[in-house]
């Protein structure tokens, strides 16, 4: 047993038959159970647990393995296997009244990790306290594991296998008219990333004139013409090349488990998940004429706060990762909740990121107004003028992480480049606020040994700059 298990901005992450074993996480599960029955009276264990997982590498075994150990702890199992993407999984929490799931999947990480979600019994993210508190029950040894087998569960009932598909498509047809973009004649390339996103789209906007390509939509774990399924460049150029040699309107592209997106034009130039998150909520504020909190990680742009402005709604900052947000966007009963790298959640829906959902949004928007995606973006420049952004991610060895911190804390610049830092904020990392509004973040990624460093300016080449600034802050 690996005693280092450690939940991060979105669950426990591990490279597979390292230390993401069927022994890990079945230790990983006792301490759910454990968690649950210490949280929640056996009436309500009684509700039971949602187990799910995406099209990785043995996820749909490793849903099995977490299933047997909830099952023999008494908790009730609504199995809905592998494949299912994770916003799926997240409303079936409550489609189906459970008080939690478990979701195998890594996510968009690379192909030789696997991951073990946990979902509240609203179907978001559980907070960090409730994450500290999993991670002290972890079954030490796999000797304190209870376990069944999983025909054994089925046959006394303790296990149901449930199709997860159904609830969730009445969801979707309640929020979005989906009839408009059907006939509304649109050429999309989808790029579910050989992911739990692949088929979605061509199912709910087939019959009519729109045309739905869908590319490496196979069940492929590893994930060829990308370094990772993760919705942005490199990753994404294979489908971006593809869409200007059929000229689409739109390219939607969902990561490995479909809870985060990404957006090209209709000349297959990648729009940023900065800008869609910007014009998601513009759609949300001018389009679907809703007013409410919007919750933001510090990660993610700062056209958000000029649009709460403009239309006189709140904006809430949280640290980064949905284990933030969700919690904020129920206490605000926020109309948007979302994240810098893609992940975007809605009121009235579920507290988690539903990039199905968002790409259907992205559509409506496009039917609303009759705008091309270009177009789009320029009606939003015209409210929070150009803003631009870019991201660094650079390995490091984990065990130089304090001294990085260490270094960054005394040696706190007053500029950076030619521009004064007039703010410096340590939620989650080190994000300097510079006197013309650009900002610069330094973060470690909680899932993986890297440090990211971010920027959002007025120009590329001030983006350009820096990151480079970032990138010496680092090195020191």
């Given amino acids: 047993m690996n005693t280092t298990i450690k939940f991060g901005t979105d669950g426990w992450r591990g490279k597979i038959a390292e230390d993401y074993t069927f022994d890990n996480v079945r230790c990983c599960t ?3 159970a454990d968690y649950l029955k210490s949280v929640y009276q056996s009436d309500k264990l009684q509700r039971g647990v949602v187990v799910g997982g995406d099209r990785r590498f043995h996820s749909e075994n490793f849903a ?4 047997e150990v909830l099952a023999a702890n008494g908790i009730p199992v609504h199995f809905c296997g592998g494949g299912v993407p994770t916003p799926v999984i997240s409303f079936s929490v409550k489609a189906r009244n ?8 890594a996510s968009h990480n690379p192909p030789t990790d696997n991951g073990f979600k946990v979902r509240d019994e609203n179907g978001g993210a559980i907070d960090p306290d409730g994450l500290l508190k999993i991670e002290a029950l972890i079954a030490k040894d796999i000797s304190s594991v209870k376990r069944i087998k999983f025909d054994d569960g089925i046959s006394s009932g303790k296990i149901l296998n449930f199709n997860a598909d159904e609830d969730y498509i009445k969801q979707i047809k309640k929020l979005v008219d989906l009839e408009p973009i059907k006939q509304a004649g649109f050429k999309v390339l989808v790029d579910p990333m050989w992911g739990s996103g692949s088929g979605w789209f061509t199912r709910l906007l087939s019959g009519g004139k729109t045309r739905i390509i869908e590319i490496h939509n196979e069940r492929n774990p590893i994930f060829p013409e990308m370094n990772r399924p993760e919705p942005i460049p490199p ?3 294979a489908g971006l090349a593809k869409s200007k040699e059929l000229k689409t309107d739109v390219v939607i592209i969902t990561d490995g488990d479909a809870d985060r997106c990404g957006f090209a034009d209709e000349n297959g130039e990648f729009i940023d998940q900065l800008r869609v998150y910007a014009l998601l909520a513009m759609y949300y504020l001018e389009v679907r004429k809703e007013r409410g909190a919007i919750v933001k990680t510090l990660s993610t742009t700062s056209m958000l706060e000029t649009l709460g402005k403009l239309y006189n709604v ?3 900052e949280t640290g980064v990762g949905f284990k933030y947000v969700a ?4 206490e605000t009963d926020a109309m948007l909740g979302g994240e810098e790298s893609g992940g975007y959640a809605f009121r009235a829906h579920v507290p988690e990121r539903d990039g199905i959902l968002a790409g259907l949004f992205f559509l409506d928007f496009m039917v609303k107004t009759k705008l091309k995606p270009s177009q789009l973006l320029a009606r939003l420049f015209e409210k929070v003028g150009p ?3 870019d991201r660094i991610d650079t390995i490091i060895d984990a065990n130089q992480t304090d001294n990085i911190l260490k270094n960054l804390k005394i040696h706190l610049p007053k500029k950076i480049g030619s521009w004064k830092v007039v703010n410096v904020n340590l939620t989650d990392g080190f994000k300097f ?3 013309d509004g650009s900002w610069l973040l330094i973060r470690f990624s909680g899932t993986e040994p890297l440090v990211r460093i971010y920027s959002e300016a007025l120009s590329k080449e001030q983006v350009k700059t820096l990151l480079a600034n970032g990138e010496k802050l680092i090195i020191g």
């Fill in 235 to 237: 990753n994404i150029d």
């Fill in 98 to 105: 459970t008080i939690a799931a478990i979701n195998i999947t």
């Fill in 64 to 67: 099995t393995a977490a299933a």
């Fill in 387 to 389: 803003h631009y952004y």
């Fill in 314 to 316: 709140p904006v809430y």
């Fill in 327 to 330: 919690p904020k966007m129920m």
């Fill in 433 to 435: 606020i510079l006197s």
């Fill in 30 to 32: 006792q301490g759910f």
